[in-house]
Structure formats: structure tokens, C-alpha cells
């Protein structure tokens, strides 16, 4: 892979960021998760109201999903 491409290089490590994010997910009890996604909410409340009705079919989609 070309070293000079910044992206690329980001592609390379990606599957260490992945391992890392996942361990500390297992981590979290579910209080803490429950915690942080309304933390996540309030912060984007307003750009969730705003974009409703572009993205509404995605959204319950993506919050249905299994995974």
C-alpha cells in the first residue's frame, strides 16, 4: 500500500480501531450504554428534529436492525 496515501493508511489500522471500540463497548454495563446513547441524543436533539423528515425511513431502519 502507498505509505503516502493518509487514507489508505487509515484503512490499514482500521481493524485495530474496530477491536478496540468492540472491547470497550463489551465493557459497558447497560445502564452505562443506556446513559450514553440519551447523552447522544440531547447533544443532537435538534439536528435530529430538523432532519426527521429526510431521514425518518433510515433512521427506524437502522434503530430496528439486528445485528
Known amino acids: 500500500m502507498d ?3 493518509p ?4 484503512r490499514e489500522g ?3 480501531v474496530a ?4 472491547r470497550l463497548l463489551r465493557q ?6 443506556a446513559r450514553h446513547f ?6 443532537f436533539a435538534d439536528w435530529l428534529r430538523e432532519t426527521e423528515p ?5 433512521r427506524n431502519a437502522a434503530m430496528t436492525a439486528r445485528w
Do not use: C, F, I, P
Open 38 to 43: 440519551l447523552a447522544l441524543q440531547r447533544e
Open 28 to 33: 459497558k454495563s447497560a445502564a452505562e450504554t
Open 3 to 5: 505509505s503516502m496515501n
Open 14 to 16: 482500521w481493524d485495530e
Open 54 to 58: 429526510l431521514y425518518h425511513e433510515a
Open 19 to 22: 477491536a478496540e471500540e468492540t
Open 7 to 10: 487514507l489508505g493508511r487509515v
